[in-house]
């Protein structure tokens, strides 16, 4: 049977300069939101650069002013109005190949982070070998303020990567991390001034393939991390947890308040369970409760408030 033809590519941009592949996302209007055509053309850039015996590594970024801000929200809307769930997980399992073949790249590959790294973005960024961040660069979950849950792997690689109670918290939260504090917690590995960006990504992508990460100690995020490995979703949300009054334990808990009932208790449950299994088995428990999550009122009336861009947070209904 004969290959399939190449993709065009529309959606993603390849640069092979001086050894180095740059893969760039190259939705910029619409703020570098994947879409399912996406993922072939991601695939087919990927694999160019894993074939060429020139390129010794890769550089994934997002064309315009941010990284990726996620998934592209109107996709999931007409799939659940149309109720067509199977769709959506089609599109969460192509993100999980693509994402499992970056983080399985036989050469180093290097996030070129600057602006937003949002649900879906954050994702991406998690598959790499490094992170290298602008210092406006932000990180964040935001799916459970949308009724919903990170789909492309983010519920096994953040617990991986920041430690559970961490993950928790970005998860159940939506807090939007700042360069810095991302730095702090492990997501990041350097931050750089703008004009240093593109040359330490190079420089990194071009070296040895990296060691593995190790999660630096904060102890500046100690007691965010003890609330939420003590605690869970539902009491975080009730507000039915010890904070000791203390500001920033009050505000994480005020922020859990706000989230999707249904959602917070799907994600935690995959976390749980999936800190108990086996990587690749674990990812499968993402895919498992798409079906759930995204037939929720909540995930409908999130995703159209966030669409609306209307001020505050939806109302929630739990059902």
Known sequence: MSAPPPVALSLVKLDITEGIATITVNRPEALNAITPACFPQLQQALDEAIANPEVRGIVLGGEGKVFIVGADVNFFIRNIEANDIPRIIQFSLAGHRFLNALDNAPKPVVARVHGAALGGGLEFALACDRVIASPGASFGFPETG??????FGGTQRAPRTVGMALAKWLIYTGKTLSANDALKIGIVDHVVPNDQLDEVCRGIAAGPFPPP???????????????????????????VVETNSDPNLLRAVKQVGTKAPLALRIVERIIDEGAEQPFIDALKLEIAYVTEVFSTSDALLGLKFRVGRTLGNPEFQGR
């Open 146 to 151: 949308l009724g919903i849950f990170p789909g």
């Open 213 to 239: 990460k190790r999660r630096p100690r904060s102890p500046e995020f100690a007691g965010i991390e003890k609330l939420f490995a003590e605690n869970r979703a539902e009491n975080l949300r009730l507000g």
